[in-house]
């Protein structure tokens, strides 16, 4: 059974930068980790939740146009690991973030994320840029 949790989160100056850690438990091997399809997304107060970046394999990324070229999604396979590198951010970029695991998955099709029990989710947390 696997478990996320997120850290990292603050409240950051417009222009700065944060890191984003989500730890994964309950993943059999580094090699599963490297295989299951991981992403980051984000919810802002009255907005769906937006998917921002995806990782899988041997590090196949993809990125949402709001971020590309500022945010950086990368794995720690030996500590199953998920980071997210922010920066530049703006106010634009204040929301919840949640790191979300499709276990099985070695291609990362967003619809995935969103069928009933399709993925696996942390709880988040809150970044705040002022």
């Known amino acids: 059974h696997v478990q996320l949790v997120e850290s990292g989160g603050d409240s950051v100056e417009a222009g700065g930068s944060l890191r984003l850690s989500c730890d994964a438990s309950g993943v059999a091997s580094a090699r599963d980790f490297r295989e299951n399809c991981m992403g980051w997304f984000r919810q802002a107060p009255g907005k769906e939740r937006e998917l921002i970046a995806t990782i899988v394999g041997y590090g196949l990324t993809w990125y949402a146009d709001s971020v590309k070229g500022r945010f950086s999604i990368s794995r720690q396979l030996a500590e199953k690991n998920l980071i997210l590198h922010m920066n530049n951010l703006n106010a634009e970029d204040t929301a919840t973030y949640y790191c979300?695991?499709?276990?099985?998955?070695?291609?990362?099709?967003?619809?995935?994320?969103?069928?009933?029990?399709?993925?696996?989710w942390g709880q988040g947390t809150q970044v705040t840029v002022s």
């Open positions: 979300a695991a499709l276990v099985g998955h070695d291609v990362c099709l967003p619809d995935s994320f969103h069928r009933p029990g399709g993925a696996t």
